[in-house]
């Protein structure tokens, strides 16, 4: 699977064994894991992590995922995270939820919001624990109200910098291009639905120019030429 091609990729590459680690479940974990270069993880990992530490009766669990959340998270932040994908699971009126606001934008805004408050009370950036964090096939992760969304988007403003890998980053809507943006930078307009569908449709001066600082900001591409290299002849 694709863990494994990551795995091959980087020893082919020279990085020792040791220095690799696969997390299957957090619960399974010791510390050890924190001084390895490179951590590997599907989104289902993720997902299935942030649905126990939500649904945990304590937030006082002795493991290590739930520790990580413990020290990176008020639980107040994270009640109120778990509160709001309650709702939306089950289509109930949510008081976070803005009226006509979009579930995934109104998450989007919780985390954007706490981010906000704790670099205006710490008057700081929030601590990073990891120096990178890739996520493979970024387009899969599209739904910023799902687990997986939740997750990668709290891994990410903990991360010294947050890289997306996609071939297709736009799939159906603007909101695809948004939940992508959430996990690079939450901060950022760009995590609007409302924003892309402005650049998207409007097609004015202004949307260009915004539209056009973004990609020089955010989006790398592989041209080509350099593809092909890569291809049989």
């Not at 001084?35 to 992590?49: C, D, G, L, Q």
């Not at 979009?102 to 919001?113: A, H, K, L, V, Y």
């Not at 008057?123 to 739904?143: M, N, Q, S």
């Not at 056009?212 to 030429?225: D, F, H, I």
Request: glycine share 4%; hydrophobic share 40%.
């Amino acid at each position: 699977g694709i863990v494994c091609q990551w795995v091959e990729s980087l020893r082919s590459n020279n990085v020792p064994s040791n220095e690799i680690i696969v997390i299957d479940s957090w619960k399974q974990l010791s510390q050890d894991w924190m001084f390895k270069r490179f951590v590997i993880m599907t989104i289902h990992t993720i997902a299935a992590e942030v649905r126990r530490v939500f649904q945990a009766k304590h937030y006082d669990e002795e493991d290590e995922f739930t520790e990580i959340m413990r020290i990176a998270f008020t639980p107040q932040f994270i009640q109120r995270l778990s509160m709001l994908k309650g709702c939306k699971d089950k289509s109930r009126k949510c008081d976070l939820k803005k009226e006509g606001e979009e579930w995934d934008d109104c998450m989007s805004r919780i985390i954007r919001q706490y981010v906000e408050k704790q670099q205006q009370e710490t008057k700081k950036k929030l601590p990073t624990y990891f120096g990178a964090f890739v996520i493979d096939e970024a387009h899969f992760v599209r739904g910023r109200a799902t687990y997986w969304g939740i997750g990668a988007a709290l891994m990410g403003i903990h991360s010294s910098r947050t890289i997306a890998l996609t071939g297709t980053p736009y799939c159906n809507k603007g909101s695809d291009v948004a939940a992508i943006q959430s996990y690079l930078d939450i901060q950022h307009e760009a995590t609007w639905s409302s924003w892309w569908n402005k650049v998207l449709f409007r097609r004015d001066h202004c949307s260009d120019l915004a539209a056009r600082a973004w990609r020089k900001s955010y989006l790398l591409r592989r041209k080509k030429e350099e593809i092909l290299k890569d291809l049989p002849a």
